[in-house]
């Protein structure tokens, strides 16, 4: 097997692990290491010129990256419309990369791989059962307190009975486990429902199945696929802003679920009025709900999710101490820190070396590089002083006027989330402070976030800058 097929084995998980699996699905997994490749030139195969044109300018350079940093020999990348394999496929290679997938008409989007015209007004169950990602059930998410309500919620509104908590505005930041969420709500419902008919639908997918059907006259079976269903998942909403007539028929698709008493779950990278281009009348109908959260993951989820990822993986055994530096380091999002762990034991398995300490520095050094220098309190109250325009002194003082105790709680709430300092120390550092204050902080701050759009892009901002 020429080693080029290995590196794009591996270029094809890298890339994954860094995309989500919704990206992925739809522009990666078609591709092919096409006929020609070798080891100075690489041939990425796609089955249409639409797709070819979307891989080259979205994935080119990151392709080229990956494939150099694996085989310093290859010299270019090229993005071609062809379905012609270097290595064909063998019987029982699931591989998607090395298998000339059949080119679809309109980009594969999971829940929507059906053209609409063909699609019956009651969907076919089986059918959509597959929109359902397999590897994202309840079972399979480690909940608490920064997920809980959301867990808790998604699982009720599953649920057998009668409908609770629909709909359901699940929002977070990206790669915090919205979309796992959704998914298990499908699993679940589709359990709990042995008749029952579900959708996952991404808003994107929504946008342009509707644009479709208006510009071949025929919104009627578009509308009638959506309506008919006892559960729909509509994942990254934000998608849809600034587009009109979308968000007009995402409104009554909303309304008429609202007016029928049936599952709704919508996810969002932010709160309803947080989002920006979204119709007001559309917002109003999605605040109205139940609107949960999930917070950025603390030290302590990270580390059980990084555990409960690892029992999934038969026969790999990564020492604690390499789990517990992943979870210490990778702070931003769980994906990249899922990506990080695919990407260790590949490597490893790839190379035949066991994971150690030393492995996991050298191999995801550039993973770990940012977060590695430690944010201290010192740092986070500097940073606020600086944006606030408030002493450093005074954020530690008795002082308490809001232009002081905001920032003050804001400092707070960032020492909590990127620090592993526990509430007695941070409350220390702020002029010896009760922990219980530090937990006021924390709340105030987050629920100020959720209404005040000016904090948020605060805190985002100072995240972003003390994170480097
Ligand atoms: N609490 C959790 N327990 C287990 N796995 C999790 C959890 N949160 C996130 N993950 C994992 O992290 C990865 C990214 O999650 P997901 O795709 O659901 O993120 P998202 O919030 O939908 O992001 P985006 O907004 O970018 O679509 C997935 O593989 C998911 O299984």
């Known amino acids: 097997m020429p080693a080029i097929v290995d590196a794009w084995d591996l270029v094809r998980r890298n890339l994954r692990s860094q995309s989500g699996a919704k990206v992925f699905d739809q522009w990666l997994k078609p591709a092919v290491l096409a006929a020609g490749s070798d080891e100075e030139t690489v041939r990425i195969g796609l089955p249409s010129p639409f797709m070819t044109n979307y891989v080259k300018?979205?994935?080119?350079?990151?392709?080229?990256?990956?494939?150099?940093?694996?085989?310093?020999?290859?010299?270019?990348?090229?993005?071609?419309?062809?379905?012609?394999?270097?290595?064909?496929?063998?019987?029982?290679?699931?591989?998607?990369?090395?298998?000339?997938?059949?080119?679809?008409?309109?980009?594969?989007?999971?829940?929507?791989?059906?053209?609409?015209?063909?699609?019956?007004?009651?969907?076919?169950?089986?059918?959509?059962?597959?929109?359902?990602?397999?590897?994202?059930?309840?079972?399979?998410?480690?909940?608490?307190?920064?997920?809980?309500?959301?867990?808790?919620?998604?699982?009720?509104?599953?649920?057998?009975?009668?409908?609770?908590?629909?709909?359901?505005?699940?929002?977070?930041?990206?790669?915090q486990g919205k979309t796992h969420l959704a998914h298990a709500i499908g699993h679940a419902f589709l359990e709990a429902h042995p008749?029952?008919?579900?959708?996952?639908?991404?808003?994107?997918?929504?946008?342009?199945?509707?644009?479709?059907?208006?510009?071949?006259?025929?919104?009627?079976?578009?509308?009638?696929?959506?309506?008919?269903?006892?559960?729909?998942?509509?994942?990254?909403?934000?998608?849809?802003?600034?587009?009109?007539?979308?968000?007009e028929e995402c409104f009554h698709t909303v309304n008429e679920f609202m007016t029928m008493g049936k599952r709704l779950v919508i996810c969002a990278d932010r709160s309803p009025r947080m989002l920006e281009g979204i119709d007001p009348k559309l917002v109003g109908r999605l605040a109205s709900g139940l609107v949960a959260d999930i917070r950025p993951p603390e030290y302590a989820l990270r580390r059980a999710i990084l555990a409960a990822k690892l029992a999934d993986m038969p026969q790999v055994s990564v020492p604690d101490e390499v789990l517990e530096l992943l979870a210490m380091r990778i702070t931003a999002n769980i994906r990249e820190l899922e990506g990080a762990l695919n990407r260790l034991v590949a490597y490893a398995q790839l190379i035949g070396e066991a994971v150690t300490m030393d492995f996991a520095l050298q191999t995801l050094g550039e993973v770990l590089k940012g977060p590695q220098r430690r944010i201290t309190i010192d740092e986070i109250q500097k940073a606020v002083s600086a944006h606030f325009e408030v002493k450093q002194l005074d954020l530690v003082s008795e002082r308490r006027a809001v232009a002081i105790a905001r920032p003050r709680q804001i400092a707070m709430y960032l020492a909590k989330k990127l620090t592993t300092r526990s509430l007695p120390e941070i409350g220390r550092k702020f002029g010896n402070r009760d922990h219980s204050t530090v937990i006021h902080a924390v709340k105030r701050i987050e629920e100020l976030r959720d209404k005040d759009r000016e904090i948020d892009t605060a805190v985002r901002g100072l995240m972003r800058q003390l994170e480097g």
Do not use: C, W
């Not at 310093?72 to 019987?91: D, F, G, H, I, N």
């Not at 009668?162 to 505005?169: A, D």
């Open 57 to 175: 300018s979205h994935f080119g350079d990151r392709l080229r990256l990956e494939f150099r940093q694996l085989m310093p020999s290859v010299r270019s990348v090229v993005v071609e419309t062809s379905t012609k394999a270097l290595v064909p496929p063998s019987a029982n290679d699931e591989s998607p990369a090395t298998t000339a997938a059949p080119a679809p008409s309109v980009p594969r989007v999971l829940g929507a791989d059906r053209p609409l015209a063909a699609a019956p007004a009651k969907p076919a169950r089986e059918g959509e059962r597959f929109a359902f990602d397999p590897r994202f059930t309840f079972d399979r998410f480690v909940a608490d307190a920064t997920n809980q309500v959301a867990f808790n919620a998604a699982r009720l509104l599953a649920a057998e009975g009668p409908v609770r908590f629909s709909p359901l505005y699940l929002h977070g930041a990206t790669g």
């Open 195 to 247: 008749a029952g008919t579900a959708i996952y639908m991404p808003a994107e997918r929504f946008m342009f199945e509707f644009v479709k059907a208006v510009r071949e006259r025929d919104t009627f079976a578009f509308k009638a696929r959506l309506r008919s269903v006892d559960l729909l998942v509509i994942d990254d909403l934000q998608f849809i802003a600034g587009k009109d007539s979308t968000q």
